[in-house]
């Protein structure tokens, strides 16, 4: 199972000391912690797309190939990348050009966007947020999967004769994860590729969940990738540590209370009943995310928010080190015990595609077209 | 069968005369269904005790807390509302519209509605058909032709008598609707049951997605 860490990249003032970061320091910090995520054994680095302030991320391949010269290991990820405003030519070749810089420690997790006017802003209509999902998608699969691409979509230029440079590393494109809280169109669309599907929890109550990746995992066995229990699923968490559950709440609460999304609203108290939010020792974090488990089955992707509200960079770092060398240990264990051998540990992996072959079913532009013509032929 | 009719009360203070008038008309309804030989069960939601978890689901992004939940299961599985509101500057309180709001459109659609309101003077009683016919009709519900107005003096002058009679005549409209027999007979043609959209309390998952292959057709391939 993958464990690791996914910002957002905002830029809060901390409210205990009313100092805000510069955007620079911000990005510097997303830096430190990407690298410490791999020095304590974390699998896993997020960063958002965002083109609006407070935050900062608004590059993601910039900033991943920068992490990717200075880490060895750790899988480089997004959360999200736009696929509603972005062009799939430029996805295409951004993230193929990353897979070689980082030697295949890449895959990507698609979005449609958090803010309405991000679509006028790059010239869409957000009242197509679904279809320009759809075709944005199906186009980026064929420019990984088709040498040579002819296109012609509803919402970018037809494209003729167009090759996407660099070709996807090996010849595999990145796996690919489909972000979505509400839409059930988007678990549709994970289901019908056989793609991962990740549900960010953090605002919304478990039952909620539980019904979106049960859809997923539904429609992924009704397109014949494998049974509904060995769908790939991703889900999101947030948590604040210390020795005591005393201590942890009070350092954080101010940080919660004076918070972007939630701040002003909610008791830390109600929005820990009502959310996956867990402030208290590390053995509390442990139950807590154990019981995830119980409510959407074995799962292979453990992303948590950390930096955010402001909180300095230095207490996050420390975060990190409770998380990495006290949490995930005894998670990866607890987990690995739990789950049935039937249902894969881990998502796939550039290693495990590229072993995977040629022919697997990653490889064509739809599985599902492809199977019922071995069927019905 | 019994019917469920749920009250929604959006008064502010204890005790409230919005309350009290819930309460009499809620009375009145049960009255009425009884008389046509149906039993009835009455829920009240006294928006006073939500008003918290109604701004956390709206500053959230929608996280509804459980009291938002259960509120939303009661409202979509009515037969029958009673929604009753002070009136604050020319309108519903504000506190009826935050409940409004959390609702899913879908959640009164069809569904008989009585709607009342109380006020200082009786220069108000017009905000039922400037205000509330207008908000029910956009959720679809419908709404019965007589509405319940009491001002202050409704509660202890000389227009008591009228106040009941008028609350008499809007609770066997709704009781009327509540035990009226609904949808064609299964078969023939589509009746209105068949058409509209089915009601909704926004706290499941709407599981009708449609096929991929059907959201891809049209698009570029």
């Known amino acids: 199972m993958q464990f690791g860490v996914f910002s957002v990249g905002d830029v809060t003032p901390d409210p205990t000391t009313g100092r805000t970061p510069s955007e620079g320091e911000r990005i510097e910090a997303m830096t430190r912690i990407a690298l410490k995520a791999e020095e304590v054994g974390l699998d896993v680095f997020a960063t958002g797309e965002h083109h609006n302030p407070p935050f900062v991320p608004s590059a993601p391949t910039t900033h991943l190939a920068f992490i990717a010269a200075q880490t060895e290991r750790i899988v480089l990820s997004t959360s999200t990348t736009l696929i509603t405003t972005t062009d799939p030519v430029r996805i295409a070749e951004d993230y193929a050009f990353l897979q070689h810089l980082a030697q295949g420690r890449v895959d990507l997790m698609m979005g449609r966007g958090n803010t309405g006017p991000v679509y006028p802003w790059f010239g869409k209509d957000i009242r197509q947020g679904i279809p320009l999902a759809v075709e944005n998608y199906h186009l980026l699969r064929r420019l990984w999967r088709e040498e040579v691409v002819n296109w012609q979509g509803k919402f970018r230029t037809p494209l003729q004769g167009f090759t996407s440079t660099p070709r996807p590393l090996d010849g595999t494109p990145p796996f690919v994860w489909h972000g979505s809280i509400r839409s059930t169109e988007i678990a549709e669309q994970a289901a019908y590729y056989g793609d991962g599907f990740f549900h960010n929890n953090i605002f919304w109550n478990m039952e909620h969940t539980a019904q979106m990746v049960k859809l997923y995992r539904r429609r992924f066995e009704h397109y014949r990738h494998g049974s509904a229990d060995q769908a790939i699923v991703g889900l999101g968490g947030q948590v604040f540590m210390a020795g005591t559950e005393a201590e942890a709440k009070r350092f954080f609460r101010p940080y919660f209370d004076n918070a972007p999304v939630y701040g002003h609203g909610p008791s830390l108290e109600e929005f820990t009943r009502a959310t996956p939010l867990t402030v208290g020792t590390p053995e509390m974090v442990i139950e807590r995310t154990l019981g995830f488990a119980d409510a959407v089955g074995d799962y292979q992707r453990q992303l948590f928010l950390m930096d955010h509200a402001g909180l300095p960079t230095e207490v996050v770092l420390e975060q990190l080190e409770i998380l990495g060398r006290e949490v995930v240990p005894v998670l990866r264990r607890e987990f690995e015990a739990r789950r049935p051998s039937h249902v894969p540990s881990d998502p796939p992996t550039h290693a495990s595609l590229v072993a995977a072959g040629p022919d697997a079913p990653h490889h064509l532009v739809a599985p599902v077209r492809a199977a019922e013509t071995v069927v019905t032929s | ?221």
């Open chain 2, 1 to 221: 069968m019994s019917r469920r009719i749920v009250v929604i009360t959006a008064g502010l203070s204890r005790p409230s005369s919005t309350r009290l008038l819930a309460d009499r008309i809620a009375e009145a309804v049960a009255a009425q269904v009884g008389a046509r030989g149906e039993s009835v069960e009455t829920e009240v939601i006294e928006l006073r005790e939500l008003a918290s978890d109604l701004v956390t689901t709206l500053t959230t992004g929608g996280l509804p807390t459980p009291a938002v939940r259960r509120a939303r299961e009661l409202v979509s599985s009515a037969d029958g509302v009673v929604a009753v509101t002070p009136v604050f500057a020319a309108s519903y309180a504000g506190l009826f519209k935050l409940f409004i709001d959390v609702l899913d459109p879908d959640s009164l659609t069809g569904t008989p509605v009585l709607v009342a309101a109380t006020a200082g003077t009786a220069r108000h009683q017009l905000v039922l058909d400037h205000a509330l016919r207008p908000l029910f009709s956009y959720l679809r519900a419908v709404v019965v032709p007589t509405g319940v107005f009491a001002a202050t003096e409704d509660f202890g002058g000389g227009e008591a008598d009228a106040l009941t009679a008028r609350v008499t005549r809007a609770a066997s409209e709704l009781a009327a609707l509540v035990v009226a027999e609904r949808g064609a007979v299964a078969g023939f043609v589509p009746g209105a049951e068949d058409l509209r959209p089915r009601r909704r309390s926004g706290n499941d998952l709407d599981e009708d997605v449609p096929d991929f292959e059907t959201l891809l057709g049209g698009l570029g391939q």
